[in-house]
């Protein structure tokens, strides 16, 4: 499991050191792509599988909000592992993307991981502070209709 907001840490030519943590999870391998956000997200392999899975359920190919899903994740997404020291590599484009530059907030969010531009982070949480309220009343009825 992926929990835990990491800030101020340091990204570099050869990636970020990813927090100790975090990497049991991530061990086996990961997949790193663009997050809907503006942010860069990691799914440990084993995870990916389901994300393919529910991603190829959804809309078809055939419709136009399928193919640009597909493309945004599939086209941005590269297969790794953390090399012995424990960092991740983080491709160009993906940097650009997502505003990464030398320091960078890492959130683990359950079944994954996002690296965040600190300053979109910052936004992101007071956002998600100013809009909890809503978003708990707005989910309240899922989570009744699901125990």
């Known amino acids: 499991m992926l929990l835990g907001t990491f800030k101020g840490l340091r990204l570099t030519a050869k990636g970020i050191q990813v927090p100790p943590p975090l990497r049991p999870a991530l061990e086996l391998g990961f997949v790193i792509t663009r997050g809907l956000d503006r942010c860069a997200v990691v799914f440990p392999h084993k995870t990916?599988?389901?994300?393919?899975?529910?991603?190829?359920?959804?809309?078809?190919?055939?419709?136009?909000?399928?193919?640009?899903?597909?493309?945004?994740?599939?086209?941005?997404?590269?297969?790794?592992?953390?090399?012995?020291?424990g960092r991740m590599s983080v491709?160009?484009?993906?940097?650009?993307?997502?505003?990464?530059?030398?320091?960078?907030?890492?959130?683990?969010?359950?079944?994954?991981?996002?690296?965040?531009?600190?300053?979109?982070?910052?936004?992101?949480?007071?956002?998600?502070?100013?809009?909890?309220?809503?978003?708990s009343e707005a989910l309240s009825e899922y989570w009744i209709q699901r125990t």
Do not use: K
């Open 48 to 85: 990916w599988t389901g994300v393919l899975e529910r991603i190829e359920e959804g809309p078809s190919f055939l419709a136009p909000s399928g193919r640009l899903l597909q493309r945004h994740i599939y086209g941005g997404a590269s297969s790794d592992c953390l090399d012995p020291d």
């Open 91 to 135: 491709p160009e484009d993906l940097r650009i993307y997502a505003g990464l530059d030398s320091e960078v907030v890492v959130v683990g969010v359950g079944t994954r991981m996002e690296i965040w531009n600190p300053e979109r982070w910052t936004e992101v949480e007071s956002r998600t502070l100013d809009q909890g309220e809503q978003v």
